[in-house]
């Protein structure tokens, strides 16, 4: 019956499924693998906005969900197909193309793996083009300017 049921969309591309669906159905009936990927942690999942939100949340009539691979420290491959939507933005001052969805860290990684290691390590730090310190698991927007740097040893928090 068609009142049991709602449209949810996953990577835009339109889900029929039962009323009570939760995120983690709408992705198992979009794409039983991509399922998996998130149940391992090889995959996120995202609103529009670029935000994470949760696999066991209710999934609202209409809404959009993203699901995109993790990064796992090794460089991004930005000619992948499945990074077809892209932005730019820039890592000290070079213009980095990357997948729509991405934060900080992985425009960090995709300029310069050793530099995101580093991060990972609390040998560098991340700023913004005020100079003020940002996250490096928040969104980075389109046009964005990302500093890193290293800390130099015995250097203050």
Not at 20 to 35: G, I, K, M, P, R
Request: aromatic share 10%; with cysteine.
């Amino acid at each position: 019956m068609a009142e049991d049921r709602k449209t949810v969309y996953v990577n835009d591309k339109p889900i029929s499924i039962f009323q009570w669906a939760e995120v983690q159905h709408c992705v198992n009936a979009y794409d039983s693998d991509l399922f998996l990927a998130v149940q391992r942690g090889d995959a996120e999942i995202m609103d529009e906005k670029g935000g994470r939100i949760g696999w066991g949340g209710f999934a609202g009539e209409g809404q959009h969900i993203y699901v995109r691979p993790i990064s796992r420290g090794n460089l991004i491959d930005t000619s992948s197909p499945t990074t077809e939507d892209r932005k730019l933005v820039y890592v000290n001052d070079e213009p980095i193309s990357i997948f729509l969805w991405a934060e900080v860290q992985h425009c960090v990684n995709a300029y310069d793996s050793d530099l995101y290691q580093a991060v990972q390590r609390g040998e560098a730090e991340i700023f913004d083009d005020k100079g003020e310190r940002i996250g490096w698991g928040g969104f980075a927007g389109d046009g964005q300017q990302i500093y890193v740097r290293q800390i130099a040893k015995g250097e203050d928090e």
